[in-house]
């Protein structure tokens, strides 16, 4: 639930806004099983809630049929972990165990985690029409906007709906035709793929 941005060596909570919980939430049906990046503002109301720094949701299963995530966008230097481990372990939850995934990240597809994790593995994505989506602070509407273009990646089989929920608040793009296939130096698509 948290991007756990550090700001003057201090923790500051960023909370996914209202209108993207809601969005989850309809996707899942009214249900989000596990949130493994929630904080003590979090609005997400999950079943399972982790609440960062104390529960490292990175160590948990995620055995769980709906996940949302919307992780540290920033290195955790005491667990040495980056946004590239949470983006792989969605990706594992959704080919492990089945799970539908939804993380809030910010748009770098030119990254290792991007190529890695979410070109290729999973099915579908929403380049968020917010172009500085501004997150709760402190389960507050105070923030400034992000300072990067955010998405919405779907690890799940049920791409319509995610499609439906998603098409008013960004485009929505089907990566089925990825799926399986390398990109950049860890896997290679073919191009002709990417303009069909």
Known sequence: MTAGRKVNSQNVDWCTPMKYVCAVKEVFQGHIALDPCSNEWSIVGAETELSLPDDD????????????????????????????HWLGKCADAHERYGAQVIALVPVATNTSHWKEYVWGRATAMCFLYDTRLRFLVEGKDKGKGAPMACAMIYWGRDIDRFREVFETFGAVIDLRPLLGRSVGGVRRVHQHSLLD
């Open 57 to 84: 949701g990175l160590a948990a299963v995620w055995d769980c049929p709906t996940i949302y995530v919307n992780p540290p966008y920033g290195a955790d230097r005491d667990r040495r972990t980056t946004i590239k």
